[in-house]
């Protein structure tokens, strides 16, 4: 993939705030996300000879392609719900790899249904990277409050109907703001609630810039080092695609999908997804099912985040199956 310009540096810093995803360098035509803690999957996944991975959040293959490179005679089966990434980055894969990589459309919140339909085997070790691609951020229509689109959001258009404009023109006010209080943790949830909603009946909601300026105009310009809409936009998107009820119904379905010894390795961008691991993980240690191995979640350091400030809020947590 070409990488032909290079963002302005502001905008670039503006962005990572944002998403607290990061950038990358972008294409004209196409963004190619940066794979965050790759030594750290490694460790933790630690893959042999002959056994099979799972990567239930393909993007742009990085990691994938880290352990099938890690691993000569190891095969990987890999999945995303975003069909325009599978095939933008994983057909180049599928060819330079063949048989070792299988590459499955599907949603890991499915994935009791999904492996009995795909017939995937029990694997030895399964890594899901949460959260969006930086494909999302930069080309996709909704994610960015920095960049004029249709306020969308969505990862997966096939599998979800609800945009945010959806949400956003027809939740009454005490949905929209608990979806900002508690998804985002924003502090002026109950005034950005008050006030979209008194805007929608003059125009309703159709833009990504609508609803920044908007939010800009409520929270005072001295109580934020980031852009003033970020909580709303992360808030928002966590919403229309569900993804806290998508890891919990994940980690239980991933749980029977590994084989005794097998390992699982979860990152997440949130406090709040990176508590549904943690407490999960807990629950069947306690049980006697799993083994924690990161007593202490694992984050990326200094020198990453330079390079890749998306890695700045990764956390690691990895676990392995006793039973
Ligand atoms: C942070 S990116 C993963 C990046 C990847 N590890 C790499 O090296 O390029 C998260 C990916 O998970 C996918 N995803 C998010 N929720 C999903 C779900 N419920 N089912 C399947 N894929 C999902 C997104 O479409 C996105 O491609």
New binding site residues.
Partial sequence: MKKQSRRDASQRKQESDEVE?GLDEQSSTVTV????LVAEVLEYLNPKPKKIYL????????????ILEKEPQCKVIA????AV?LET?GDPLKEEFGDRLRLVW????LLYSLVKKEKIPQVDGI?A?????Q??IFDRPGFSFSRDSALDMR??PAHQQVTAAHVLNTSCEAKLYGIFAQLGEERYARQIAKAIVLQRRREPFQTTIQLAELVKTIIPAYSRKTNPATKVFQALRLYV???LA?ISA?LPAAFTQLKKEGRLVC?S?HSLEDRLVKDYFNEQENKGTLQVLTPKVIVAGDEEVKNNPSARSAKLRAAQKII
């Fill in positions: 995803l996300h940066k794979p965050v990567d239930v959040t393909f993007g742009a293959g990085g990691h994938t392609r880290a999945l995303d719900w975003d990434s980055f599907g949603n890991f919140a890594l990277d949460f959260g969006t691609s494909m999302h990862m997966s695609n569900r993804e998508n994940f990152i961008f």
